[in-house]
């Protein structure tokens, strides 16, 4: 045991500082997500054996089976679901610094691992109750068990990237993308890895057994009880819509939308207007903005160690390209799903920010071996490169936090102790802070409440949660306010029915 601390001691600092980091966001009490309230619905109804009303509040049974199992232990919900943000955020570390050192060097994985420990983006996260942290530790750990097979060619490191892939899509659907590249890197590289014909046999039928493998898991839900496609019929959707392209029907139609308003505006029959313009080149346009997501997820000043390692000559290893090939497979995913969808978001992108930062890594030791035995200049790099995201990552936890969902939950718990009140709801997270989380009765438009709230018999009371910024009146026909609480950016307004 005190040789293996002592031989990893560097990493085990490395994750007691990002553990540290995020338990320092925990203590400031941020507001959970929206999507905390929908994961922890499911997942209480999960421990209570009730599967089917679980699967109600959401179709992939994995995550919340995994948050009912941690919520056996810290039974706080709210505290076990960021935990188990938390804790895989952290256990990331271990199969990136083994992909960085087999890949590039222990200097590199050491300087990797350290940046993805201090990354503002990882460590903001820590409030949030979300897949994508344990999605990103399954997919990394994939990642290097795809190498280990490699290097090692030893082919049963496969069966572990076959468990690792069927867990990473488990949680996230768009772990699919983890078999593709391991099936088509093989057939790139199979020639230059110099691989018997026993070792390739083995190496195809491990990463065929898969599917049997996914097969088998969602079969042993099934006989709990737990019947879900867990969306994986969305994967025979997309591949039928993208083979006749029925997937650009809703890009096409705001194409459309966008025409018309050019028409509405000045020189709208000149050539290339504005929005003529963003018409034409509207899937760039998608694709800078991902580009722009990467780099504020990897930090600007990672660009420049990424531009810092062109031209040194290090040694050549051809499984690099794995990791070109997952970045490359993420950005490529993101894009089709704007096009289909009209947005993304940054963690959508984690994975290939975490496939990038081996390389902002070797980037960074690139730079310190410039100043030689220079102590200054080696300072100067390590403040650059990873002290400029820590003093990011502290600003971010010193910003002052409105906590005023959390006081109107409380406030609304024991007003309605008895739960007596049919409550209506405009954010999932009220009715996750005034502990009656399994409800569902939610509006998305105040202006429909406004309409047809005096109409609809069964609302007793509602529930506003409102951004400061837009000014919305909350006066809904009858209603009365009985509790306004206000915050620095947004305000709960708490109403109840007038009894004429």
């Known amino acids: 045991m005190r040789e293996f601390l002592l031989r990893h001691r560097a990493l085990l600092l490395i994750m007691a500082l990002s553990f540290s980091l995020k338990l320092l966001f925990l203590w400031q009490g941020e507001v959970v997500n929206p999507d905390s309230a929908t994961y922890i619905a499911a997942a209480q109804k999960h421990a209570q054996g009730m599967y089917a009303e679980g699967l109600r509040y959401y179709q ?10 941690m919520h056996a232990v810290f039974p706080n919900w709210i505290v076990a679901g960021q935990l188990l943000t938390v804790i895989p ?3 990331c570390l271990w199969p990136l610094y083994a992909v960085t050192s087999r890949l590039f060097d222990r200097h590199a994985a050491a300087a990797s691992t350290l940046l993805f420990a201090v990354l503002p983006s990882f460590n903001v996260a820590a409030t949030s109750i979300k897949r994508d942290p344990l999605f990103l530790l399954f997919s990394v750990t994939a990642l290097l068990c795809l190498v280990l097979c490699y ?20 949680t996230r659907i768009e772990g699919v993308l983890l078999p593709l590249v391991g099936v088509l890197s093989f057939f790139l590289l199979r020639r230059k890895l110099g691989w018997s014909r026993k070792a390739v046999i083995g190496y195809l039928v491990a990463v065929s057994l898969l599917p049997v493998t996914l097969w088998a898991i969602l079969a042993a839900f099934q006989r709990f009880g737990i019947v879900s496609p867990s969306r994986l019929d969305e994967l025979a959707l997309w591949g039928k819509s993208l083979m006749s392209l029925d997937f650009l029907s809703g890009y096409q139609h705001m194409m459309a939308r966008l025409k018309e308003i050019q028409q509405t505006l000045p020189g709208d029959d000149l050539h290339n207007n504005l929005l003529e313009t963003t018409r034409h080149y509207a899937p760039l346009i998608y694709a800078l903005g991902l580009l722009e997501l990467l780099g504020k997820a990897l930090f600007p000043t990672s660009l420049v160690a990424l531009w810092a390692r062109r031209g040194q000559r290090v040694p050549q290893v051809m499984e690099r390209s794995l990791l070109t090939a997952v970045i490359a497979g993420v950005l490529l995913l993101n894009l089709l799903f704007s096009l289909k969808s009209n947005f993304t978001t940054e963690r ?23 100043f030689g035995t220079r102590t200054l200049g080696v300072l100067l790099v390590l403040v650059f490169f990873i002290g400029t995201p820590l003093a990011a990552t502290f600003e971010k936890l010193a910003a002052p936090q409105d906590r005023t969902v959390v006081f109107a939950g409380e406030w609304l ?19 996750l802070y005034s502990h009656r989380v399994a ?14 709230g005096k109409k609809r018999k069964d609302i ?18 009858g209603f009365q306010t009985i509790k306004t609480f206000s915050g620095a950016q947004k305000t709960v307004v708490l109403l109840q029915r007038v009894n004429n």
């Open 89 to 91: 955020l952290v256990l």
């Open 413 to 431: 718990k024991t007003f309605d102790s008895q739960d007596e009140l049919r409550t209506f709801y405009n954010d999932r997270r009220l009715p």
């Open 60 to 69: 992939m049974p994995f995550y919340p089976l995994l948050l009912a199992g």
């Open 348 to 370: 959508y992108v984690w994975l290939a920010v975490v496939g990038l930062v081996p390389w902002v890594g070797q980037g960074i030791i690139v730079c310190v071996q410039r």
């Open 439 to 452: 409800d569902v009765n939610r509006v998305r438009s105040l202006e429909w409440l406004q309409l047809h």
């Open 460 to 477: 007793d009371f509602i529930a506003l949660y409102l951004s400061n910024k837009k000014n919305e009146t909350t006066s809904i026909d």
């Open 151 to 170: 290097q090692e060619r030893r082919w049963h490191f496969a069966l572990l990237f076959v468990l690792m892939s069927v867990l990473a899509i488990l």
